[in-house]
């Protein structure tokens, strides 16, 4: 029997390679400065020492020349390393726009996903090889984080908030999913797979389906469940805000501030509006603090952003048929347009 040594896990995505590049030169680079450290701090030790009580050390004079060389050359070096890790830091922390979204929700002690189209597992997922997917993850508890060493992606999942990751599988396989972050007494068995299948098998697993429906059409009878359109209007004057076309677009607040509408944002608005209130409007929401699970946030968001298209793109309805494109005076703000058809909005 044959065995081979292995420092780490088979090179599994598309950022894999680079990031193990970097690595092994990033430390070759260091292990050789700290070699050459440690052999002029020996050699100084045995050539300059002091040999008797009256002898004087030998004196350098100069060395203008050698200083400036054991500073700007590492400094070049370490800079470069600098720049070429900051690079990749933020190619990993992008994710492309065409990546497959799911959500994760994190508990002690299981990883909790859900597909857009409804399909649900626990401590497993299945991707198809060559299609980025994008992880939007939370906790429904404590901090844990989300590791697969195979893709060299770890990212913290937090209580309260949402954080992304994302990665493309590159070859077929099963993969081990760990927690990073010690969260409990049972932190060890916090484990999981990844599935990465080639795109026809992950077509047929796909094709089975999810009984409940899709993410956004469960979001949505979420939607009529807590009777939001006693507020949220798609048509007419109301006394919240218009929720169509709010995700990723810029809301004004009514202490001046503008922000992003995320995850994060919506997801606060849910469980506590009064932290961010819309400009022109009162302080009149409920809070649903208890009320809603972390699985009935997710799809109550992938609800908003199925009738939120990108800028410029044309506004679905709330049963996501596509309503020609319509000025508004500002989403999420006075004056905002409506959909046609009284469908009720989340609150």
Known sequence: MTTHLRFATQQSSSVAGEYDLLFWILTAICGIVVLGIAAMIAYSALRYRRRSETELPEQIQGGIKLELTWTIVPLILFMGMFAWGARLYFEIETPPANAAEIYVVGKQWMWKLQHLDGAREINELHVPVGRPVKLIMTSQ????????????????????????????????????????????????????????????????????????????????????????????????PATCPNLRGLYGRQVQLKDGQIITADETYIRESI????????????????????????????????????????????????????????RTNGIGEPGSSSITGSRPGVR
């Open 141 to 236: 508890d404590v901090i844990h984080s989300f590791f697969v060493p195979s893709f060299r992606i770890k990212q913290d999942v937090l209580p309260g908030r949402y954080t992304t990751i994302w990665f493309e599988a590159t070859r077929a396989g099963e993969f081990h999913l760990f927690c990073a972050e010690y969260c409990g007494a049972k932190h060890s068995g916090m484990i999981g797979w990844i599935h990465a299948m080639e795109p026809r098998n992950y077509q047929e697993w796909v094709e089975r389906g999810a009984a409940e429906g899709s993410m956004s059409s469960m979001g949505e009878k979420m939607f009529h469940q807590f009777a939001c359109a006693n507020c949220h209007h798609f048509e007419g």
């Open 271 to 326: 469980l506590d509006p009064a932290a961010k209130i819309v400009a022109g409007y009162d302080n009149v929401m409920p809070n649903f603090t208890g009320q809603v699970s972390e699985e009935q946030l997710t799809q109550l968001i992938a609800f908003i952003k199925a009738i939120s298209p990108p800028p410029g793109g044309d506004q679905p309805s709330s049963t996501g048929s596509r309503q020609p494109s319509e």
